[in-house]
């Protein structure tokens, strides 16, 4: 069993691009089901993360506000100003590029601390970023969105800081409670984590892949060109910061994957809600999603290869 899961996590990207691909080609047979679950899912693998964290871990964040400070202005500069650049370069049209520019201005996505987890990166502190730059949110994602895009939004303040608490916070809360309840339990239960959370970022990448088939096949070639590049550099600036500032390898991982992925769900939702008259402007939301789970399966992978390929200490 522990040497199925083992597979299963190694092999994440090629688990999520084939779910995708069938997705896809089989929408139907997932489109009954609520995005809604998107939202248990992620609380269910959050709760499995706080299996395997110690409060020691937060102590560290909030004593060093500095390392949060650095990434969620990587977050609400790299990405927003990028999704502007790239909607100027390839000359987008006004609903695209719309879009492409809610989505960089938007928070950091819960999916980035599994992805983070995944990677072996500093877990404490991608979660929080994903929760400072989640609460700045209703006052940067307007602002941002305004500045760059000439339009204004209105943001469910109190909408966002119930989903942070309950996709989040709370499900962490309870796995390090149950952490110090039944310390043995967990013991066990973390060789069987990573597998587990590979198998849930599946299912979400299906479900959105299934909810917007129709969107993903009419966007064209070059808008799933800008998202993958709007992503993929953001990964890697991100990191660039990092290494820059000299922080440890955990931490560049973590803010490399904070500022990348973005929450593309609320970009759709936003664009969906207050931009109807631009149907277009869902469509860069709705490819992100599915791309940056793809890329994060494949970064995950690329940095665990990269600790099996150094050499041991004796």
Known sequence: MKKLCHYISEYMGILVLAVAVLALVFPGA??????????????????????????????????RPKDVIIGCLAQFTIMPLLAWGLARLFQLDEALALGVVLVGCC??????????????????????????????????????????????VNVDVVGMLLS???????????????????????????????????????LIVAIIIA????????????IVLVVMLHNVCGLSL????GRHLGLSEPKKRAISIEVGMQNSGLASSLATIHFATYPLATIPGAIFSVWHNLSGAAVAFLYRKKD????QKP
């Open 107 to 152: 928070p950091g996505g819960t999916a980035s601390n599994v992805i983070t987890y995944l990677a072996k990166g500093d877990l404490a502190l991608s979660v929080g970023m994903t929760g400072v730059s989640t609460l700045l949110a209703p006052f940067m994602t307007p602002l941002l969105t305004w500045a760059l895009a000439g339009k204004s």
């Open 30 to 63: 997932l489109q009954q089901v609520p995005t809604k679950v998107i939202n248990y899912l992620l609380g269910v693998v959050m709760f499995g993360m706080g299996l395997t964290l110690n409060l020691v871990d937060f102590k560290i964040v909030f004593s």
């Open 238 to 241: 991100g990191y660039l910061i």
């Open 164 to 202: 942070i608490l309950w996709v989040v916070i709370l499900p962490i809360v309870v796995g390090l409670t149950v952490k110090a309840i039944w310390p043995k339990f967990t013991e066990r239960a973390t060789d069987y984590l990573p597998a587990f959370s590979s198998v849930a970022i599946a």
């Open 211 to 222: 909810a917007n088939s129709d969107k993903l096949l009419a966007g064209g070639l070059i």
């Open 308 to 311: 099996s390929d150094k050499p």
